[in-house]
């Protein structure tokens, strides 16, 4: 009698441990199939910080002055990891290349981008950085940075139509290939698409060109929109041209 009551409880066990139970000479073997749970997310991540006034002198020099921190998630070192790149990339998930703390280092002058990422564990999903870091390699000893090649659009000068209009065509780069060229028109939030606007004004479009070996690129270029035009004709209403 007595052992009957404690079976249930012991099988009870087993169902959330996946274990085997004895009971006396018996052994019983719980298994468990479709249990599953949702991951948490984890929070308090914060992204390492980087050198300043860096200069490459033909040695593999490092980035980060620290390692990331995670508050709540994955405490396993191991899992974080780095990712220093040319590349301006939109959505770091998508990113294939990532190594350790110590590995995260360049071999060129150049303009660069760190991302940063937390592998998933068996109680948290995978965490992607939502920034990215710029850091400028200056040149050092004897290493030489090359000039970028590049040809600005002409000055627009667009009609009001109460519409989105683009304020500049693209910046055609010659040379390098691979350069990174980025519009913005307040000098913080930074775009690879050429700025739009609809009010009439006067715009001050900023822009940055950079590539690894090269000497980065910074400019502007004025465009306006002309304000909305009104003709009057003798006998006739008002026309807005």
Not at 215 to 240: C, F, L, N, P
Request: hydrophobic share 35%; with cysteine; net charge negative.
């Amino acid at each position: 009698m007595k052992k009957s009551r404690i079976i249930p409880m012991l099988a009870l066990i087993a169902v959330f441990c996946g274990a085997q139970i004895a009971v006396g000479d018996d052994i019983f073997t719980v298994s468990v199939s479709g249990l599953t749970f949702d991951k948490s997310d984890m929070s308090g991540v914060y992204a390492p910080e980087c050198f300043s006034g860096l200069s490459y002198s033909g040695e593999p020099l490092r980035v980060l002055k620290n390692p990331l921190t995670v508050l709540k998630g994955n405490d396993d070192k191991s899992a974080y990891r780095y990712c220093v790149t040319t590349q301006n990339v939109s959505d770091p998930s998508t990113i294939t290349e990532w190594v350790s703390f110590d590995e995260a280092v360049v071999n060129a002058p150049g303009t660069y981008y760190v991302y940063f990422m937390v592998e998933g564990n068996d109680l948290y999903n995978a965490y992607y950085c939502l920034k990215k870091e710029r850091v400028t390699v200056n040149v050092g000893g004897t290493a030489v940075l090359k000039t970028i090649e590049y040809t600005l659009p002409e000055t627009l000068t667009l009609k009001y139509s109460g519409k989105e209009q683009e304020l500049c065509g693209s910046i055609i780069v010659t040379d390098p290939s691979d350069a990174t060229v980025e519009y913005s028109l307040d000098e913080i939030r930074w775009s690879d698409s050429v700025p739009t606007a609809s009010d009439a004004g006067e715009y001050t479009v900023f822009y940055r060109i950079s590539a690894s070996g090269y000497t980065a690129v910074k400019g502007d270029m004025t465009s306006v929109i002309q304000e909305r035009t009104y003709e009057h004709h003798e006998g006739d209403s008002s026309r807005i041209s």
